[in-house]
């Protein structure tokens, strides 16, 4: 499995998921090409995964945190830690098809100006479903993964640019990190990835999805189910971080609208979950944040592409995000009227 002088790392973080990594691990030992790594963050785990890793997988390396540090920091860790040319970031919860890293090996050689890859995720318990294949943006302070939720097609078997991938399973350039700097840990977790792909896009990189290299998952297995105070509080917090740190003024004014129509959507999520108490939490939690966010965006104001080509971008990305949604609820015999309103007024 790994040798020596590895083109890639796969960096897993995990929080208190020795049940998991034993299939993922499992999973890349079956791979059918060699020349990759593999590093194990472990989050202040309780559950002696740590130590259960140091046992069975003795060449896997393993970077100890004294702390549940968040998603962000425990990549982060990983990435300063690997030395090769390319990183890929890998939940614990995956399954990986046997020939995926030998596709990303191709897609890197197909793809020379691309340094971001968004790999096709399928669904663990229903394989004949997609989990992601890439991601779009939602302006409202937001992302969501291309596809989720709908059957496998022909479409999504095919490469295609897409404004961004999700962290659980993408590849990127090291390079990329040295430009526009590592996932940003005040975020802890939930929607640093659209923080990143943000960044990404205004720096000039450009994301290709990659259809050949497939992986399953779980989703949610960490922590515990898709929507729970945690999940809520944080995605609101950081929706507003997503704001507030990357749109220029002249953008936020352009978007409000949109930003409001998105924030008043997902308050009404919320509240219809029964999760009132912890979106009001992440709400206080974003207003005391915002100083430090509004700092962060003026140190970032020299990496701006002009104005209207990263609104344009913005709007590539949303309208990315939009179709597959009515996608999705077309095929479940839903309708689309305000969806295709909020495209015909806003995008």
Request: charge should be positive; aromatic fraction near 10%; include cysteine.
């Amino acid at each position: 499995m790994p040798q020596n002088d590895p083109w890639l790392d796969v960096v897993i973080p995990n929080w208190n998921g020795r049940h998991l990594l034993g299939d993922c691990l499992e999973s890349l030992r079956r791979q059918s090409c060699s020349g990759f790594s593999i590093t194990v963050v472990d989050n202040g785990s309780t559950d002696g995964s740590a130590e259960w890793l140091a046992s069975a997988h003795p060449a896997v390396r393993c970077i100890v945190l004294p702390e549940n540090k968040g998603f962000s920091a425990a990549v982060n860790a990983g990435i300063r830690q690997s030395a090769t040319p390319w990183v890929l970031l890998l939940n614990n919860d995956m399954e990986v098809d046997q020939n995926c890293i030998a596709a990303l090996k191709k897609a890197v050689g197909r793809y020379p100006q691309y340094d971001l890859f968004a790999l096709k995720m399928l669904n663990f318990h229903q394989r004949s479903h997609l989990d992601g294949a890439g991601d779009g943006l939602i302006r409202g302070g937001a992302g969501y993964r291309l596809g989720t939720m709908e059957e496998d097609s022909p479409y999504y078997c095919g490469d295609r640019d897409v404004f961004g991938a999700c962290a659980g399973a993408a590849l990127y350039r090291r390079s990329l990190f040295e430009r526009i700097g590592l996932f940003d840990e005040d975020f802890f977790a939930y929607l640093e990835d659209v923080d990143f792909n943000i960044r990404a896009q205004r720096s000039g990189c450009r994301c290709r999805y990659y259809a050949a290299a497939l992986v399953y998952h779980i989703g949610s297995a960490t922590s515990g189910s898709k929507f729970n105070p945690l999940t809520i509080r944080l995605s609101t917090r950081n929706s507003l971080n997503v704001i507030v740190k990357n749109y220029p003024a002249i953008l936020f004014l352009r978007y409000l609208p949109v930003i409001c129509i998105y924030q008043l959507a997902w308050m009404c999520f919320c509240i219809k979950k029964g999760l009132l108490l912890p979106y009001l939490q992440g709400l206080w939690d974003g207003c005391r944040c915002f100083t430090a966010m509004a700092g962060k965006r003026r140190s970032l104001a020299d990496r701006h592409i002009p104005l209207d080509q990263f609104d344009g971008i913005l709007r590539w990305g949303e309208r990315q995000a939009i179709s597959s949604i009515m996608d999705r609820r077309r095929a479940a015999g839903k309708g689309n009227l305000l969806l295709r309103l909020y495209d015909r007024l806003f995008i």
